[in-house]
T-cell receptor
Framework: EPEVTQTPSHQVTQMGQEVILRCVPI?????FYWYRQILGQKVEFLVS????????KSEIFDDQFSVERPDGSNFTLKIRSTKLEDSAMYFC?????????????FGEGSRLTVL | QQQVKQSPQSLIVQKGGISIINCAYE??????FPWYQQFPGKGPALLIA?????SEKKEGRFTISFNKSAKQFSLHIMDSQPGDSATYFC?????????FGTGTRLQVFP
């Protein structure tokens, strides 16, 4: 069964360092998302991406964050200068038709720990 | 306005019992209401979903009840099993994003 894969599963970084989280969405999907989940809290929307551009972003997704799809398969989230409060589980998700049906397929997440 | 309130935070049910999780929202622009199930160390997975023009949807042991006028919806798990032990999130769709509830940790004991 096709699945969304994410790497790394866990990354530890120092505050102020750049981090890139990588995702390989399901191959025929067209809409891509990043969500994050701070430990024990709810899942929060960060950004949606379609047709090689951001379609929507949340207040959390400030200038420190960026996304790109460099090679038609990978979908990356970059945090330029990490802060302690960026520590969370980051989930990539993809969907063939957009969030219209709510059927987002999530990866297993990348845990980011900022020290 | 963009919040989805979920309760209870945790739920303990005996095997065979009924698990009920409730959610409420304010934003009438929400137009799709999925429930996601999350096991430890895994990403959320779609369990069941409903549109606001339907009052109830059933899939196997899982049922969503939807009350549009009250802006509330709930998940009922009939004949709860230990394998149902997980965290459950309700969500609501607005434009191209899902707004998630705060989650309910369900534990089903044999």
């Amino acid at each position: 069964e096709p699945e969304v894969t994410q790497t790394p599963s866990h990354q530890v970084t120092q505050m102020g360092q750049e981090v890139i989280l990588r995702c390989v969405p399901i191959s025929n999907h067209l809409y891509f998302y990043w969500y994050r989940q701070i430990l024990g809290q709810k899942v929060e929307f960060l950004v949606s991406f379609y047709n090689n551009e951001i379609s929507e972003k949340s207040e959390i997704f400030d200038d420190q964050f960026s996304v790109e799809r460099p090679d038609g398969s990978n979908f990356t989230l970059k945090i330029r200068s990490t802060k302690l409060e960026d520590s969370a589980m980051y989930f990539c998700a993809s969907n063939r038709e957009g969030a219209w049906t709510g059927e987002l397929f999530f990866g297993e997440g990348s845990r980011l720990t900022v020290l | 306005q963009q919040q989805v309130k979920q309760s209870p935070q945790s739920l303990i049910v005996q095997k065979g019992g009924i698990s009920i999780i409730n959610c409420a929202y304010e934003n009438t622009a929400f137009d799709y209401f999925p429930w996601y199930q999350q096991f430890p160390g895994k990403g959320p997975a779609l369990l069941i979903a409903i549109r606001p023009d339907v009052s109830e949807k059933k899939e196997g042991r899982f049922t969503i009840s939807f009350n549009k006028s009250a802006k509330q919806f709930s998940l009922h798990i009939m004949d709860s099993q230990p394998g149902d032990s997980a965290t459950y999130f309700c969500a609501a769709r607005n434009t191209d994003k899902l707004i998630f509830g705060t989650g309910t940790r369900l534990q089903v004991f044999p």
